[in-house]
């Protein structure tokens, strides 16, 4: 199999899940034929059986908080932990979203970590070269900034519940569980290649210092791409605490759960890695999805397309002209075009799209609205230049992943 061939989201993932049970299988002493067999049989079935579990400890929510101030008009809280941006708060704001009003979903509390004792410790039977880095030879190495999206993969959670009417489990965020930034910091492979990354690595795992010791792995191509960041800055400010200071792993494209917080150690292995964030949460549970054992549903990498209203939920305007503006993205391409309906879904129209336009991040976007007094359901539906668009509705997982349907957003004129 090609390097890249494990870019493609479904390729890897089933790479992974043979060669995890690959190797179960081995140590209880199969050989590779009859292994093949058992595989056309469907693993799937047999493992929960045959093979051993693996020992996964359940991510429960615990009490925390979150270091910077979280005006309510600018947040939903959830839990103290879980902030959500405000829609409307970025109506009269560039194309970033500012540190101060970034989302924030913590599994804990914010880690507070003193940058003089801080180590980065990479390991592994991957690496040849175990070694540590202080934050200092972090920054001393070769470092870019890139300008991208960082979504949660529960982003859109709510509209299980208010559309089709079944709850799934976490937070209800509408749809402020994203933000873009300009994030800088040093390529991960600039740290592999100094660990002396072998060719038969498989998976690449940062690991968080909070208490949960979150963790996630990625393939070794995903971890190799010029892109996928160890971040020191956020904004052109010091990476906040919130956000994961001295280092948080940035892993474009991918769901926000990817992008380990307050990193300590990566763990680059020949062999696949799991984690309860890639087996027990963050998995699509659901009759319409298939598991990826040894994860209880399909395993999660890629975010999808999605647009938002720059208003508050619900909206209440003035009956009179207004500038509507909104923002669409796509883990996959860079946003085509943007249609909006004032009726709920009966008439659309162009939105005029606004610069930049960038891959991996947003586009801004704006319709001329004479609004009479009324109740009115916009909607926004957002197309990229893969033609990937968005769907009328998705089906249901018990996490509440991945929602990306075209919204009915409530607005009162009066
Ligand atoms: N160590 C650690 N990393 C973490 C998390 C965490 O709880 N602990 N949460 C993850 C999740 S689910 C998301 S969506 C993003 C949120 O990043 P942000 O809080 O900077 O917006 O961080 C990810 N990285
Ligand atoms: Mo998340």
């Known amino acids: 199999m090609?390097?890249?061939?494990?870019?493609?989201?479904?390729?890897?993932?089933?790479?992974?899940?043979?060669?995890?049970i690959w190797q179960k299988a081995k140590t209880l002493?199969?050989?590779?034929?009859?292994?093949?067999?058992?595989?056309?049989?469907?693993?799937?079935?047999?493992?929960?059986?045959?093979?051993?579990?693996?020992?996964?400890e359940e991510p429960a929510l615990a009490a925390g908080e979150v270091v910077k101030p979280v005006p309510p008009e600018l947040f939903y809280d959830y839990k103290g932990i879980q902030q959500e941006m405000r829609w409307e708060a970025m109506y009269d704001r560039g194309?970033?979203?500012?540190?101060e009003l970034f989302y924030v979903r913590?599994?804990?509390?914010?880690?507070?970590?003193?940058?003089?004792?801080?180590?980065?410790?990479?390991?592994?039977?991957?690496v040849s070269r175990p070694r540590e880095f202080t934050y200092e030879e972090l920054l001393s190495l070769p470092s870019v900034s890139v300008i991208r999206a960082l979504e949660c993969a529960g982003n859109g959670r709510s509209f299980f519940e208010s559309v089709q009417g079944k709850k799934a489990d976490g937070a209800p965020w509408k749809l402020g569980a994203i933000g873009v930034a300009e994030w800088t910091g040093v390529p991960l492979r600039e740290v592999l290649q100094l660990a002396g990354v072998k060719?038969?690595?498989?998976?690449v795992m940062p690991e968080g210092l909070d208490e949960k010791k979150v963790r996630r792995p990625m393939s070794l191509a995903k971890a190799l791409e010029e892109d996928t960041l160890l971040v020191y800055a956020m904004n052109g400010q010091t990476l906040p605490a919130d956000h994961g200071f001295p280092i948080r792993a940035f892993v474009p494209g991918w769901l926000g759960a990817a992008s380990i917080k307050w990193v300590g150690r990566i763990e680059v292995s020949e062999t696949p890695l799991f984690s309860t964030w890639n087996t027990e949460s963050y998995v699509l549970i659901g009759s319409d999805y298939q598991p990826n054992p040894p994860a209880k549903g399909t395993i999660i990498t890629s975010q999808n397309i999605k647009s938002a209203f720059e208003l508050a939920w619900d909206a209440k305007m003035s009956a009179s002209e207004h500038l509507l503006r909104g923002r669409s993205w796509s883990a996959s391409g860079k946003i085509a075009k943007v249609e909006v309906s004032l009726d709920g879904g009966k008439t659309w129209q162009a939105a005029r799209l606004r610069e930049p336009n960038l891959d991996g991040a947003w586009v801004r976007?704006?319709?001329?609205?004479n609004a009479r007094p009324g109740k009115y359901q916009l909607q926004a539906k957002a197309t990229d230049t893969k033609g990937?668009?968005?769907?009328?509705?998705?089906?249901?997982?018990t996490k509440g992943y991945l929602y990306n349907a075209v919204v009915s957003h409530p607005v009162t004129v009066s």
């Not at 060719?199 to 998976?203: F, H, L, S, V």
């Not at 976007?365 to 609205?369: A, E, I, Q, Y």
């Not at 990937?388 to 997982?397: A, D, K, L, M």
Request: glycine share 8%; net charge positive; charged share 25%.
């Open 199 to 203: 060719r038969t690595a498989k998976d």
């Open 388 to 397: 990937n668009t968005q769907p009328t509705s998705v089906p249901f997982n």
């Open 365 to 369: 976007w704006d319709v001329d609205w």
């Open 106 to 126: 913590n599994h804990t509390a914010t880690s507070k970590i003193d940058r003089q004792t801080w180590r980065l410790r990479v390991e592994g039977s991957g």
């Open 2 to 20: 090609r390097e890249d061939d494990l870019l493609v989201e479904k390729v890897y993932q089933q790479a992974r899940a043979d060669e995890f």
């Open 95 to 99: 194309y970033l979203v500012p540190n």
């Open 29 to 56: 002493g199969m050989s590779r034929k009859k292994f093949l067999q058992f595989m056309t049989v469907g693993a799937g079935i047999a493992i929960g059986s045959g093979l051993p579990r693996l020992r996964l």
